[in-house]
């Protein structure tokens, strides 16, 4: 089979446009939904990240389940993309509903309900995100031209960044940081991310795919072999740390930006917008520093400079100037834009390397097994942050205008710098055991 493939840019830059949908949907969740659970619902804070930890162990364990599904179905419209139109549906839905809750009791009722509604929203999220991911490495075998894909998806995933952690928060400083601007900020957010998925689902019609594996194996000899892929469980235990990182940042950031620098909102806009927007800028520059480099070389340089970046807000004040927020700001964007284009363009070399080693045709199960991991990362978040509020003395309510005791605001800040800072440096040890390159993978493809 040809390697040396290019692919149509408007094949790839309409791929990747369902990545704005996807990021709107999991950082809206991080960034927004505790602190509106929190300080406009008036639920207690461990409550909270007990309701968005159980609706996420729930999206995990039903990743496995999409992914086997998206392998085998067969339909005339492909193995993917029937998934992708009803998880556009359910996701719009989902996303308006979770933004407008009925008036009802905080201790109870109201949490009952944003389980059930967070249980709707994370299945159209997976619904979409599982068949989406597994396109690529059907769509070209090419070792830089998954970089070349993946350019596309993180330059989409910036933008779907911006909306979720600057536009979002900025309409509802806008709208007048009320209940009922989260609800129409939820709306809006909504038709952007079921316009997202839709423009993907259309432009994939023609993409190159593969056919169902016809040969069914014991789902334990499945599971040993997906253990076997050495290459895979590297990049999944490094992804795992280095998006929990990404998560605490994400999770944090209303409450830093409102208790430890004052900004509120407007901060979060800022930093959201600088980040995201810097990501798109670095894009282009990382394509091109990293073509024909050693990928997880590269994923070790980008880690650092983010890693670097978080720790800095250790010593932001309420006093420090703007240019020093906006350089930290720009920093982390540059690191972030490094590390996921790195992740995401290993991620169908390792399928590819699954492939060789087995014949199996399963690039939605390990493209699960990719998103169970980082919604592993994700899922804790909330459960840590609720508890680390609660334990420091947090006062919720009154849309986060209320003052916070010292305990709580350096809780947050520790939370925001350390945290993220050395969960990603951590991460990184696991690289050692992923030895996989461009010659390894075209000399198992001569192989066959």
Not at 392 to 414: D, H
Request: charged fraction near 15%; glycine fraction near 10%; include cysteine.
């Amino acid at each position: 089979m040809n390697t040396d493939e290019r692919l149509p840019v408007g094949l790839k830059f309409g791929w990747s446009i369902g990545a704005v949908g996807a990021v709107c949907m999991l950082v809206m969740v991080n960034v927004l939904i505790m602190y509106f659970m929190v300080n406009y619902l008036g639920i207690d804070p461990a409550l909270a990240g007990a309701v968005v930890f159980a609706t996420r162990l729930y999206d995990m364990f039903f990743d496995p389940a999409m992914g086997w599904l998206s392998d085998r179905v067969r339909t005339r419209w492909g193995r993917r993309r029937p998934w992708m139109l009803l998880a556009a549906l359910i996701s719009g839905v989902a996303a308006v509903a979770a933004f407008n809750p009925p008036a009802l009791e905080p201790t109870f009722a109201l949490p009952a309900y944003m389980f059930l509604i967070l249980v709707l929203y994370f299945s159209g999220y997976t619904m979409f995100y599982i068949p989406f991911m597994a396109m690529p490495a059907e769509m070209t075998r090419d070792y830089d031209e998954r970089t070349s894909i993946m350019s596309y998806r993180t330059f989409s995933s910036g933008a779907g960044g911006m909306v979720a952690t600057a536009l979002a928060p900025l309409l509802v400083a806008q709208l007048g940081r009320t209940r009922e601007a989260y609800a129409t900020t939820g709306a809006i957010v909504a038709v952007i991310i079921v316009v997202a998925m839709i423009i993907s689902l259309l432009s994939t019609g023609g993409a190159r795919h593969t056919e169902p594996t016809t040969v069914r194996y014991p789902a334990k000899e499945w599971i040993v072999s997906v253990f076997g892929n050495g290459p895979m469980m590297a990049l999944l235990a490094a992804k795992l740390f280095i998006y929990f990182a990404v998560s605490i940042q994400a999770g944090l950031g209303l409450f830093f930006m409102t208790s430890a620098l004052h900004r509120g909102e407007p901060g979060q806009a800022l930093f959201g917008g600088l980040m995201n927007g810097v990501t798109l800028v670095a894009i282009p520059f990382w394509v091109r520093f990293v073509k024909g480099k050693v990928k997880q070389r590269m994923l070790i340089l980008a880690t650092t400079i983010y890693a670097a970046a978080m720790f800095s807000w250790i010593l932001a004040t309420p006093e420090e100037s703007t240019v020093i927020f906006v350089i930290r700001s720009s920093i982390v964007g540059v690191g972030y834009a490094g590390l996921v284009l790195m992740i995401l363009s290993m991620l169908p070399d390792v399928i590819e390397h699954d492939f060789n080693r087995t014949g199996l045709r399963r690039e939605g199960l390990l493209s699960a097994v990719f998103a169970f991991v980082e919604k592993l990362a994700y899922a804790f978040t909330p459960l840590v942050t609720g508890i680390l509020l609660k334990l420091t003395g947090y006062v919720q309510g009154q849309g986060g205008t209320l003052a916070q005791p010292a305990e709580a605001v350096m809780g947050i800040r520790l939370g925001m710098a350390l945290a993220p800072a050395g969960m990603a440096l951590f991460g990184l040890l696991f690289l050692r055991f992923y030895h996989l390159d461009a010659a390894r993978l075209k000399a198992e493809a001569r192989a066959e």
